[in-house]
């Protein structure tokens, strides 16, 4: 976190220490609104206490290290065993800087063959004469 003695975190401070969109935090919001509550300012700004932030980290560890649903994570919040669960999960890594990526990484994910892209051509044609149906 840039400053520590900073006590509301805009949310796009947030988004960026826990490489998450800044949408994801909204909707997590939504899902979880006795554990996530942001001070709104004004325009209706969202701005988190250090807490929220903290508890927001370890929700996405649930999420994303431990593969949890968020079904899962709102019973384990709704039972009371967030922090034991937590403990049995590896600590959360809150940082501001995000994982360069090389042009290895790139050059690793596979492109699209001619056949899929024939597939693809094929399945617009289809939902368009679908559409065309439906009008």
Do not use: C
């Not at 826990?18 to 004004?42: C, H, S």
């Amino acid at each position: 976190m840039q400053n520590e003695n900073e006590f509301f975190i805009p949310i796009n401070e947030v988004a960026k220490q826990l490489d998450v969109p800044a949408y994801t935090l909204r909707y997590w919001e939504k899902q979880f609104p006795g554990a996530i509550r942001p001070v709104t300012g004004a325009g209706n700004r969202r701005y988190y206490r250090r807490e929220t932030v903290e508890k927001i980290a370890s929700i996405k560890s649930l999420l994303y290290d431990k593969g949890m649903t968020i079904t899962g994570v709102k019973k384990i919040l709704h039972n009371g065993s967030f922090k034991e669960e937590i403990k049995t999960t590896k600590k959360p890594v809150i940082s501001s800087q995000k994982v360069p990526t090389t042009n290895e990484n790139i050059a690793k994910k596979p492109a699209i063959s001619s056949l899929d892209m024939g597939d693809i051509d094929a399945a617009i044609k289809l939902l368009n004469q679908a559409k065309s149906f439906l009008d």
